[in-house]
């Protein structure tokens, strides 16, 4: 089976790439390296079931050469961060709305058996129910949010008008190894982790009491074998939430950050936080409801938001220290 991973040289595309060629599929990465990196490709470079197209989802040439021949679409390619969106919204909908729709196209035209994209817990908007249930949301925060909104009425329309299999996967705050820790737009996470490595104070946005659904990268890789591959005819043209089920303050991810930090470094237990003014568009509290996925993909996630965490630090202590 070939599968496209779109996005590949990022984060969870990488982690995908090398999951997958793993399990012995053939496996073909699309990604222009606006925000991938070539270093999260390096392990496979040169894998036999493994091939780059080094292109843009905003071109559609570029989406049809990615999938032909291939049986799978895993959609991860997008411009992420709320912040991001709020300073570029123009280029944050060329990418997660042209691109996402050409990408659809050219799955549709190649008669791919199933499109799994990566959508976002943003969607949830100003919804204030606690858990987030996938069939109630609230309107959108942000231009991130509404783009990744309107990727799903794309893809619930191209399952009813094309008959093209589609399955939403809206990630939760997802965190975990090849997390960049670098730039403007770092998640919260590696940035956390690296300032604490040097000793530097971290910035916390808020008094702290704002909680996220943190959920490590090996149960989103999880929840896109289980789409990619069910059989279950309930479970497909649809959206879930992939997450823990589960949600941790920030303040608490900093105590246990310093925790596991500490047992590289002593000294990282006493590195002040510094607490700064909320940001635009943030949400104050993300939690999953995961029974959907549970009952309809059989979802069991491995990691706690804790295992994960001691995962992470200690590939970041030795990868980027």
Not at 223 to 252: C, F, H, K, S, W
Request: glycine letters at 8%.
């Amino acid at each position: 089976m070939k599968i496209v991973i779109t996005g590949g040289a990022g984060f969870i595309g990488s982690n995908l790439c090398e999951y997958f060629l793993s399990k012995n599929y053939q496996v073909s990465c699309l990604d222009n390296f606006a925000t991938g990196h070539r270093h999260n490709l390096r392990a496979f470079e040169g894998h036999k079931n493994f091939s780059l197209i080094e292109g843009d989802i905003r071109n559609l040439e570029d989406c049809h050469k990615a999938v032909e021949g291939a049986d799978y679409v895993l959609h991860q390619a997008a411009l992420g961060s709320v912040p991001r969106s709020l300073v570029d919204p123009i280029t944050t909908n060329e990418v997660n709305v042209s691109g996402f729709l050409n990408m659809l196209v050219a799955a549709r035209d190649a008669k791919i058996k199933r499109f799994v994209y990566a959508a976002s817990s943003s969607t949830y908007g100003d919804s204030v129910g606690l858990p987030k249930v996938e069939e109630v949301i609230g309107k959108p925060l942000s231009p991130y949010a509404i783009t990744k909104y309107v990727n799903e009425l794309y893809a619930e329309i191209f399952s009813r008008t094309y008959g093209l299999e589609t399955i939403g996967l809206r990630y939760f705050n997802v965190f975990g190894r090849k997390q960049d820790p670098n730039g403007a737009y770092a998640a919260v996470i590696p940035k956390f982790v690296m300032q604490l490595m040097k000793h530097e104070s971290p910035v916390i946005n808020g008094d702290g009491h704002y909680s996220r659904d943190f959920t490590y990268i090996d149960n989103v890789i999880q929840m896109n074998e289980l789409a990619m591959t069910t059989q279950n005819p309930e479970a497909i043209n649809t959206v879930y939430n992939t997450a823990y089920g589960d949600r941790t303050t920030l303040n608490d991810l900093m105590v246990s950050l310093k925790k596991y930090l500490s047992n590289f470094d002593p000294a990282i237990a006493d590195v002040q936080t510094i607490y700064g003014a909320n940001r635009a568009g943030d949400i104050p509290h993300s939690l999953a409801s995961i029974d959907k996925a549970q009952r309809l993909l059989g979802y069991q996630p491995a990691f706690s938001m804790q295992e994960g965490l001691e995962q992470a630090v200690a590939w970041y202590w030795e990868n980027l220290k």
